[in-house]
């Protein structure tokens, strides 16, 4: 009786110390450390909204926050406060990438079945440690990661190594191991006496009782988010059919909304994005054979789209070691067009873009690439650098703390070379990364 009310008054001070309970995804601040002021003098402020950079803006940092943003000359920065100079630079909003697998690394280098496989969680987690860096490094202060693929719950403990200042890296917002429907997801394609013992990408759950076992299970494991495959491809014909019947999916939504969690769906056909849709999922993955039916279905719905074009690119890239990434302006190659026509009925309809590529499939530190797709498909720059800071910061339930460089956000701020508001280029180009207020690239 007495270890088990001793386990009880340790267990709320374990919480706050993982970076649990609070919102914010954990910054990674030391809280022991002296509360320093700084000003950073960029030659412009892009602020994460539509509106156009303001020239000659400086920004005041206290600790973990923004506390002034404005014309330089109206700043009253405190005597002990450190300036630190950014000439030719815009200063804007940490970025955020709402598609990320940290777990993962690029197929050309070890095929997805290969390391669901054969990579041990050690192995995997040690790649991860340095994939948080490359992120972070990238001007990538937030992410959502949306699967562990064979990983386990090791997403929850990078989160909580960089939430402590163990390790550098973004922000994390995680969902665990992700849930398929029994026999949808891989690895596939083993002998019938074999398929029970393959461990899969993601858990398996069914019907109800099962479904809501799973979701509930991957909570209390740690999941901020609930990931679920809406769609995939283990058709009679291999090819893809939704997982889950509309009653299954509507369930995985009402028992993660009931415990505060919002649902990312995986679906590229327009069934499946139909059933995530209709279910109340917060945002639709990849989207790529949406038709102007289902996009307007999604308008109606609030339900954001991530993109996710860089992985389709990459994928590209990966098989014809000819073929190199187009540039804004360039043609688009022939197997970007499907994207791009769905990207485009998208936009038509008036869509939510949030900022998401899959990378993992692709080199982390390349998230930004992302961006440059999303200008060549038809975006304007400033729209694709919303949707990769304020827009996404609403979809994570933050538009109040991230995404944006406001009074009392917290300070995640990066400067790229250039002005990305009319070059979306320039945000290859990051000089200097701050996140919660401690800078990591300078
Ligand atoms: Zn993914």
């Known amino acids: 009786m007495k270890r088990y009310l001793l386990l009880l008054m340790v267990v709320p001070s374990l919480l706050v110390a993982q970076g649990r309970g609070g919102r914010g995804g954990g910054g990674g601040a030391n809280a022991n450390a002296p509360v320093t002021t700084t000003l950073l003098v960029p030659a412009r402020v892009w602020d994460g909204t539509n509106s156009k950079p303001h020239d000659d803006w400086a920004v005041l940092v206290r600790g973990t926050q923004i506390t002034a943003v404005g014309p330089r000359a109206s700043i009253s920065a405190p005597a002990d406060a450190k300036t630190i100079e950014l000439p030719n630079t815009t200063l804007m ?75 550098p890296g973004p922000r994390m917002y995680v969902v665990t191991k992700a849930i398929v429907s029994t026999g949808e997801y891989g690895p596939k394609g083993f002998t019938t006496e074999f398929a029970d013992m393959i461990p899969q990408g993601a858990e398996e759950a069914d019907g109800v009782d099962g479904i809501s076992r799973v979701v509930r299970d991957q909570m209390k494991h740690g999941a901020d988010w609930i990931k679920v495959y809406a769609d995939y491809g283990y058709g009679p014909n291999g090819e893809t059919r939704p997982g889950f019947t509309q009653d299954e999916m509507n369930l995985i939504v009402n028992v993660a909304n009931t415990a505060g969690r919002q649902v990312a769906a995986h679906a590229s056909t327009e069934e499946g994005m139909r059933r995530a849709i209709l279910a109340g999922v917060r945002t639709i993955e990849h989207g790529d054979n949406g038709t102007a039916a289902v996009f307007k279905l999604m308008k109606e719905h609030n339900t954001c789209l991530v993109p996710t074009i860089a992985a389709g690119e990459s994928l590209t890239e990966q098989r014809d070691t000819s073929f190199h990434m187009p540039m804004v302006g360039g043609s688009i190659p022939t197997s970007l067009n499907r994207k791009q026509a769905s990207f485009k009925l998208a936009l038509d309809a008036g869509v939510t873009i949030c900022g998401g590529s899959d990378v993992g499939v692709f080199t982390h530190g390349d998230e930004a690439k992302e961006l440059q797709l999303m200008v060549l498909l038809g975006m304007k720059p400033i729209d694709a650098l919303v949707a990769s800071t304020s827009a996404d910061a609403a979809m994570l339930g933050m538009g109040d703390r991230l995404g944006s460089v406001k009074q009392g956000f917290f300070a995640d701020l990066i400067a790229v070379d250039g002005d990305p508001t009319t070059d979306i280029n320039a945000v290859r180009n990051v000089k200097f990364v701050m996140k919660n207020g401690v800078i990591y690239k300078q």
């Open 93 to 167: 909003p940490g970025m955020i990438e709402a598609h990320s697998h940290l777990l993962l690394h690029p197929y050309n280098e070890t095929q997805w079945n290969d390391q669901v496989l054969h990579e041990s969680e050690a192995l995997r987690v040690a790649r991860a440690v340095n994939h948080a860096k490359a992120t972070l490094m990238a001007g990538f202060t937030t992410v959502r990661d949306l699967g562990t693929e064979g990983a386990g719950y090791a997403d929850v403990g990078l989160k909580q190594a960089i939430a402590q200042g163990i390790i």
